[in-house]
Every structure is written in C-alpha cells, then in structure tokens.
C-alpha cells in the first residue's frame, strides 16, 4: 500500500479543536488507501509554561538535559493527535524519535539525521495504524536525546518520507500553499501551483517562511516531491519538484524579502593589506554569516570591501572587527543600519537575460535606490532603504506580472 508522510505545521496545532481537525484530516487520508505518517512540532503554548523553569532552576543547564527537555514539547503533541485520533474511531500510535529509528549525529555544532532504521514505523503501517512521529529528535550513539534545531521538524518528515519510500511529503500550514510572495504583505501575490527545489531554496534562503532550507534540500538530494497546503481547508497546494510541467512560462516565480540588513564596510589604505580570505573566515569562525559582498579595487581611491549581515550578528561581528583590526590589516570600518533584501527567485531568468536590468530599472522608476546587488543563475537580489521594502517588492511583483496566472500559453 502507498504511504505519505504529513508534517503539521505548530500555528495549526495550537488547541484542542485544531488538533481534532487534523485528527480528522489524517482519519480521511487513511481510508482514501493510503498509509499515513505525520511528524509533529512541539505545542507552542506549552514552551512558555515550560522553558521559563530552567534558567530557574540552573544558570547553566546540561546540554543533555535542555536536549531532553526540548523533545519531551513534540512527544506531548503527538500522544494528543493520537488521542484525538483514536477517539474518533482511528487507530494511531505515537513514537518517540528514538522509538522510530532515528538516530542522531553531531557535526561542527550542529545536530543532524544520520540514518532512519524504520523497521518499527513500518510494522504499524501494516498493521493498520497511523504512526505519529514527534519531531526533530533522535538519539545518539551513547543513545541521548537530540533535537535537531532550526527546521528540525520538516527534515525529520522528508528524513521519514524518503527511508519508507512514500509517494510525497504533505506540509499542513495556515496557508493554501506557496505564494508568489508573502500574501500579508504583497496585495496581489498569487497561489503557485508548482515550483521547483532550487526556486524554493532560494526563496527560503531569502527570507520566505514557507518552509525551512534544509527540508528543501533533504528533498532534491531524495527527489522527495513535497506539497504545502493549508491544515484547515481542502486544496491542491503547492507542488515542489524537480521541474514544473505548469506556468513554465513565468520568467520570475517569486519575490522574497527581508527586514533589518546592515551593511558593514572595511577599508583599506593599499590591496596588498586587503584579504577577502581573511576577513570572512574570521568572521565564520565566530558564527557570523555574511550575505551579499561587493568589493571595490580602483586606481588611485583606498580598496574596500562591503557587506551585509543580519541585525542580530551587528553587535559580535563589531566586537570581532575591533578586536581583529590588527591581524587583519584594515584601516577603518563603517556601518549601516536601516536597510533590507528584496529578492527575485525564477529558473526562467537562465534563459532569459536582460531580467535584472529590467529589475534595475523599474526600482529606479520607483525611486528607490539600490544600495547592493547579488546574483546568482536563478535569482537577483538588492539592498534598499527598509522603509522602501514593502514598496519595491509590490513594484517587482506587478513588474514581472505574478499576479496573473498564466499556464502554457
């Protein structure tokens, strides 16, 4: 029998009459003849009861312990969908992530899935049961609890999806699917239909909340074909895969953005004092990301080189600069506030050039001025004043016509 994998998504899993719609979403699939798995997050009314006791308690809580206490949030949530599942006349049962097979490994600070022995899943698909995974955790070799961090939930699903090998990755949220762009904000954005891995990558890479990179990524290496689609009403959604066979004419699929970017720029009195080298793997050594570079070498004026960084790395990456100045070899550092991304995202732009400086020049009809640019086959990025975010993103999005749905014309 086929079998899907369902990620719930925490904004709809917020109270008792919301987890019994889900309850009878997941019913409905397993009598349409299919073997259904959900994965489930952590109940986020249940965190701000719960977390705030540790700092009580301990100053500095076991890494081990705040692991375990960070998973037992999931395990909650998906024994209640089980309950609600059973009252209803389903038959359901919840695992743990160990109790899934999942196991665990810790690579440079982060925790990752290294394998899925899913023997146990299995046995309680064919015996009749929808198997609730709590998510984002797994165990170790010295067999610990580990939470998988940001984005944890949607890869343990795509993890799950891809070792039973089932026909796609269902992820339930507020929305109907994906949008061309984020419909609070953009007036017009419009339900896509399909979109591809790397389009989708990129736009959760560029700010898009839809859903997280590593999921996306974990699907494209497994050819994993995912959808979005709303938890609370009947739709087709968003299909995500390796090609779209609809709206393969669309140039530009989606737009993204993202508020509070500051640009930092260091200068130098010659070139032969700048590094590019050194620079960035001081600043990645003590966790900073740095986003789109521009570097500046002309005859006669000091290098520079700029670049921008999200709000809440300003602080340590000015503590690093200060403290590096001297190893580093720059004359002076500078700074920006008050700035943001605006993003296209489009496998059609490949084929199809001339679309940044179509982009250039509706900004610049606009007025808004564009402070950095970077590229890459897919996609175009630009930073603007963030007081021009919300404009320059509804501009972009009437530019390139996202609002009409055009298929295979």
């Given amino acids: 029998m086929p079998s899907i994998v369902v990620k719930i998504d925490s904004s709809t899993f917020t109270s008792p009459e919301k987890i019994e719609q889900i309850a009878d979403r997941l019913i409905e699939q397993k009598n349409s003849g299919v073997q259904v798995i959900a994965v489930v997050p952590g109940l986020e009314n249940f965190d701000d009861f719960l977390f705030p006791f540790s700092p009580i308690l301990s100053?500095?809580?076991?890494?081990?312990?705040?692991?375990?206490?960070?998973?037992i949030n999931a395990q909650i949530g998906s024994s209640l969908l089980v309950i609600a599942i059973n009252k209803k006349g389903g038959q359901?049962?919840?695992?743990?992530?160990?109790?899934?097979?999942?196991?665990?490994?810790?690579?440079?600070?982060?925790?990752?899935?290294?394998?899925?022995?899913?023997?146990?899943?299995?046995?309680?698909?064919?015996n009749g049961k929808i198997v609730i995974i709590a998510g984002s955790q797994g165990i170790n070799h010295q067999n610990d609890t580990l939470?998988?961090?940001?984005?944890?939930?949607?890869?343990?699903?795509?993890?799950?999806?891809?070792?039973?090998?089932?026909?796609?990755?269902?992820?339930?949220?507020?929305?109907?699917?994906?949008?061309?762009?984020?419909?609070?904000?953009?007036?017009?954005?419009?339900?896509?239909?399909?979109?591809?891995?790397?389009?989708?990558l990129e736009l959760a890479h560029l700010g898009s909340t839809f859903i997280h990179p590593r999921a996306v990524e974990l699907a494209k290496i497994y050819e994993m074909p995912l959808i979005m689609r709303s938890g609370t009403e009947n739709g087709e959604g968003t299909?995500?895969?390796?090609?779209?066979?609809?709206?393969?004419?669309?140039?530009?699929?989606?737009?993204?953005?993202?508020?509070?970017?500051?640009?930092l720029t260091v200068g130098?009195?010659?070139?032969?004092?700048?590094?590019?080298?050194?620079?960035?793997t001081k600043l990645s050594e003590n966790g900073i990301n740095v986003d789109i570079i521009v570097q500046a070498v002309i005859d006669g004026v000091k290098p520079t080189v700029s670049f921008s960084i999200a709000k809440e790395d300003f602080a340590e990456s000015i503590k690093v600069l200060e403290k590096s100045k001297p190893e580093l070899g720059f004359s002076f550092a500078d700074f920006e506030v008050g700035l943001a991304k605006v993003?296209?995202?489009?496998?059609?732009?490949?084929?199809?050039?001339?679309?940044?400086?179509?982009?250039?020049?509706?900004?610049?009809?606009?007025?808004?001025?564009?402070?950095?640019?970077?590229?890459?086959?897919?996609k175009v990025s630009v930073v603007v004043p963030q007081e021009d975010m919300m404009r320059a993103a509804n501009s972009l999005h009437d530019e390139f016509n996202l609002a009409e749905e055009l298929i295979n014309k």
């Fill in 59 to 71: 100053d500095n809580p076991s890494s081990r312990e705040s692991h375990v206490l960070e998973a």
């Fill in 92 to 126: 359901a049962v919840s695992l743990h992530g160990w109790q899934a097979g999942i196991e665990a490994v810790e690579t440079d600070g982060n925790v990752l899935i290294g394998s899925i022995h899913h023997e146990r899943v299995t046995e309680h698909l064919d």
């Fill in 147 to 200: 939470v998988f961090g940001d984005g944890g939930t949607e890869t343990t699903a795509v993890a799950i999806g891809a070792a039973v090998g089932a026909q796609h990755v269902e992820f339930l949220t507020v929305q109907a699917g994906v949008y061309t762009a984020d419909p609070t904000g953009v007036e017009r954005a419009r339900l896509l239909h399909q979109i591809t891995y790397d389009e989708m």
């Fill in 239 to 263: 299909l995500i895969k390796g090609e779209v066979d609809m709206e393969k004419n669309l140039i530009v699929r989606g737009i993204a953005y993202e508020a509070d970017i500051i640009r």
């Fill in 268 to 280: 130098y009195d010659s070139y032969e004092q700048s590094s590019l080298s050194a620079i960035f």
């Fill in 343 to 378: 993003s296209i995202v489009g496998a059609g732009m490949v084929s199809n050039p001339g679309v940044a400086a179509r982009m250039f020049d509706r900004l610049r009809k606009e007025n808004i001025q564009v402070k950095m640019v970077s590229t890459s086959e897919i």
